[in-house]
């Protein structure tokens, strides 16, 4: 499925870089997420948007940095990361706020390597 | 709190072979209940849901079954494979409307 589509799909940077992570849905959804996936860990749910506006922001570290300027677009601001940091980050938008009816649609995710 | 327990994997069959991943989770009242899959390489996908207690989610061949006695959403599968291969995640629905999300079922099938 293509709908939400994730770029870069690998980013290599270092302790000190700046980089940002990008998520387009073309569904016409109105919630749109940010996950983590550790190696042999649970998802762990970052932000939540609903309609352009954060819901939820799970105790995520101020290095990590949400945005999300119109309906279909979400990006993830990285600056001064660990090495911890290094994982799969997964997008996910909803038709609304996830429900019964709603279900979530992922993308690739952007594999992150911090150096 | 709300939690969700799944088989640790990696489970490896022969293909053909019956499979069972058990999924037991713990959830204010009687949440939705999704199994999602992710093939390597990529994100997840929603492969079934069910809704209320005994409604049975179906799809590509796979089945769960919403048990509300035993709070359990077991995947089966009467003929598994290959390209099942995959993790397979468990995933009900707490009060707040987030998925609670567990580590994942690892399913190898061998040809």
């Known amino acids: 499925e293509t709908g939400v589509t994730q770029t870069p799909r690998h980013l290599v940077m270092g302790m000190t870089n700046k980089k940002s992570l990008k998520c387009e849905q073309h569904l016409g959804h109105n919630a749109m997420y940010w996950y983590k996936q550790s190696a042999k860990k649970p998802l762990e749910l970052m932000f939540v948007?609903?309609?352009?506006?954060?819901?939820e922001n799970n105790s995520v570290p101020s290095r990590f940095s949400p945005e999300c300027p119109n309906s279909s677009h979400l990006f993830l601001h990285l600056h001064t990361l660990q090495p911890e940091d290094s994982a799969l980050y997964l997008c996910?938008?909803?038709?609304?706020?996830?429900?019964?009816?709603?279900?979530?649609?992922f993308g690739d995710g952007t594999r992150l390597s911090i150096l | 709190g709300n939690s969700v327990t799944q088989m640790e994997g990696p489970v490896t069959l022969s293909e053909e072979a019956f499979l069972t991943i058990n999924c037991t989770y713990t959830a204010t009242g009687y949440p939705s209940l999704f199994w999602y899959v992710q093939y390597p390489g990529e994100g997840l996908q929603l492969l079934l849901k069910a809704t209320k207690a005994d409604d049975k989610g179906s799809n590509k061949g796979f089945e769960a079954t919403y048990r509300k006695e035993t709070t359990s959403f077991h995947l089966e599968k009467g003929s598994v494979q290959v390209s099942d291969s995959a993790v397979y995640f468990c995933a009900p629905l707490d009060s707040n409307y987030q998925l609670i999300w567990g580590a994942g079922t690892k399913l190898i099938i061998k040809p």
């Open positions: 996910a938008s909803s038709q609304d706020l996830a429900g019964q009816g709603s279900p979530q649609h």
């Open positions: 948007y609903s309609l352009e506006e954060r819901v």
